[in-house]
C-alpha cells in the first residue's frame, strides 16, 4: 500500500459513514435537542477542528441543512418563497447555520448571498456581520458591498449605504451603477452638497455611460433645489391667499415678486440673497412654463398645490 492509498481510503470510509449517521441523528434525536446541539456548535472555528480536514464537504453538508431548515419553516408556514413572505417566520437557527457555514468555507458565496437576502429582516446585525465577513474574505467581490449597501438602505442609514457602495464601485470589474447609487444615497440622505461632488468626479469619465449618468444626476440635484423652491412658494401663495396658484403664469407672477422672499428665506433655510439667485436661475418656456434642466415643463398640480418632474423627462424622479 502506497503513500497516497491509506488516506484515500480513510477519506472515502468517513464520506460512506456520514450518510448513515445523519440519519441515525435525524431518527432517534429529537428535533428540540438536534435545534439544541446545533446552537450549541455554533461556532465554525470548532467544528472545523473536528472535520478532519473536510472543511469543504462539512459545509455542503451544513448548506442542505440551511436550505432543508429554511424550507420546513416555509412549509410549516404555508407561505410562498419571497422576501415580504417570509419576513415574519421566526427561523432562530438560521443565522448560526450560515455563520458556520462561512466560517467553515469563507468563499461559499451562496450563503453570503442567501443570508442577504433572508436575514435582514429577522437579524440585522447577523446580515450585516456576515456579510463584512464576506467581504474580508472576498475583497474582490463587489456584490458584497452591493448587498451590505442596500441593507444600510433598507434600514435608512443612507450615509453608510454610500459607503459601501463607493467602495464596492471601486473595486476592479464593478458594474458602473454602483458609483451611481453612492451618488444617489447622498441624495436620498439630504447631502446634495456630497452628491454633486460625488458625481462631478465622474463627469469626465471614458465610460459614456458612466458620464450620462453623472450628467443627469447633476442636471437632478439642480432639479430637486428648484422644486425645493417652487413648492415653497406653492405653500407660501396658498398661507396667503388660501388656494394655490390655479396655473403656471400665476405662479410665474408671484415668482417674480419679492413680497415671499423673508418666508422662504426661513422655509428653505437659505439667504434671501441666496433665494433671490434661485429664482432668477429658473427657466421658463415660451408658454410661460417653468422647465427642468432638461426643458420639459414641470408637472403643474394646483389640485395638490405641488410641483414635480415629469414622467416624460430623462431626469430621475428617484
Known amino acids: 500500500m502506497n503513500n ?52 469543504g464537504i462539512i459545509a455542503d453538508i451544513y448548506w442542505i441543512r440551511t436550505v432543508q431548515y429554511f424550507g420546513g419553516k416555509l412549509l410549516e408556514a404555508n407561505a410562498p418563497l419571497s422576501m415580504n413572505s417570509t ?39 447577523a446580515a450585516i ?22 441593507i444600510y438602505w433598507q434600514a435608512g442609514n443612507y450615509e453608510k449605504a454610500a459607503e459601501y457602495y463607493e467602495r464596492g464601485g471601486q473595486v476592479p470589474g464593478a458594474a458602473w451603477w454602483m458609483r451611481d447609487m453612492a ?11 456630497t452628491a454633486r461632488a460625488v458625481y462631478s468626479q465622474y463627469t469626465d469619465s471614458d465610460d459614456p455611460q458612466i458620464r450620462k449618468q453623472a450628467t443627469l444626476r447633476l442636471q437632478q440635484l439642480v432639479a ?22 390655479e396655473n403656471f403664469r400665476v405662479m410665474v407672477a408671484a415668482l417674480r415678486s419679492p413680497s415671499f422672499d423673508d418666508r422662504l428665506s426661513v422655509k428653505l ?30 408637472d403643474y398640480q394646483p389640485e395638490n398645490c405641488k410641483i414635480d418632474i415629469v414622467f416624460d423627462s430623462p431626469i430621475p424622479r428617484t
Not at 7 to 21: D, F
Not at 29 to 51: C, D, F, Q, R
Not at 130 to 150: A, K, M, S, T, V
Request: proline share 6%; net charge negative.
Open 183 to 193: 451618488g444617489f444615497m447622498r441624495i436620498k440622505g439630504g447631502s446634495r452638497d
Open 129 to 150: 456581520a456576515l456579510l463584512e465577513h464576506g467581504i474580508e474574505q472576498n475583497p474582490q467581490n463587489w456584490r458584497f458591498y452591493q448587498d451590505i449597501g442596500y
Open 87 to 125: 419576513k415574519n417566520i421566526r427561523m432562530d437557527l438560521l443565522a448560526p447555520y450560515l455563520k458556520i457555514i462561512v466560517d467553515l468555507d469563507p468563499q461559499h458565496i451562496q450563503a453570503y448571498r442567501f443570508g442577504a437576502i433572508f436575514l435582514p429582516e429577522r437579524d440585522l446585525p
Open 269 to 298: 433655510n437659505l439667504s434671501v440673497k441666496d433665494v433671490q439667485e434661485r429664482k432668477r436661475n429658473l427657466r421658463i418656456n415660451e408658454e410661460m412654463q417653468l422647465v427642468d434642466p432638461e426643458g420639459f415643463a414641470y
Open 4 to 55: 497516497r492509498t491509506l488516506p484515500t481510503l480513510i477519506l472515502i470510509a468517513g464520506l460512506a459513514l456520514l450518510y448513515p449517521i445523519q440519519r441515525w441523528i435525524d431518527n432517534t434525536v429529537p428535533h428540540e435537542a438536534i435545534s439544541e446541539e446545533t446552537l450549541y456548535l455554533n461556532s465554525g472555528a470548532t467544528i472545523k477542528k473536528m472535520s478532519l480536514g473536510l472543511d
Open 224 to 245: 430637486l433645489d428648484e422644486l425645493d423652491l417652487l413648492n415653497a412658494v406653492m405653500t407660501c401663495f396658498k398661507e396667503q391667499t388660501g388656494h394655490c396658484p
